[in-house]
């Protein structure tokens, strides 16, 4: 683990909306170096991408399982088969449905 490229896809659940989640995701994936994206889900649940270092990445899932002050992160479901994008920056995007 380390240098070789990762990509995560995750779905975190709990009080995870209306504090700020999506705002503190993008902060800590860009301070990681991260590329990926970020958006709540109309179930009330946070989903995003992270793609970079495997390192960076196994480090922004163990944040995510926390989450930012005032959030309840009752589960993180990750996906780790999907093929990289090669996505260029951190991007917040817009409610999704389910």
């Not at 995701?25 to 990681?32: G, I, W």
């Not at 994206?37 to 944040?63: H, I, K, P, T, Y």
């Amino acid at each position: 683990m380390g240098d070789e490229s990762a990509r995560a896809h995750v779905r975190v659940i709990g009080r995870v909306q209306g504090v700020g989640f999506r705002y503190w995701t993008a902060d800590e994936a860009q301070r990681r170096h991260l590329s990926g994206w970020v958006r709540n889900l109309d179930s009330g649940a946070v989903e995003a991408v992270f793609e970079g270092r495997q390192a960076d990445v196994e480090d922004m899932l163990r944040w995510c399982h926390e989450g930012p002050p005032g959030a309840y992160v009752r589960d993180v479901r990750i996906s780790r088969d999907e093929p990289l994008e090669g996505l260029l920056r951190f991007d917040i995007r817009s409610t999704a449905g389910d």
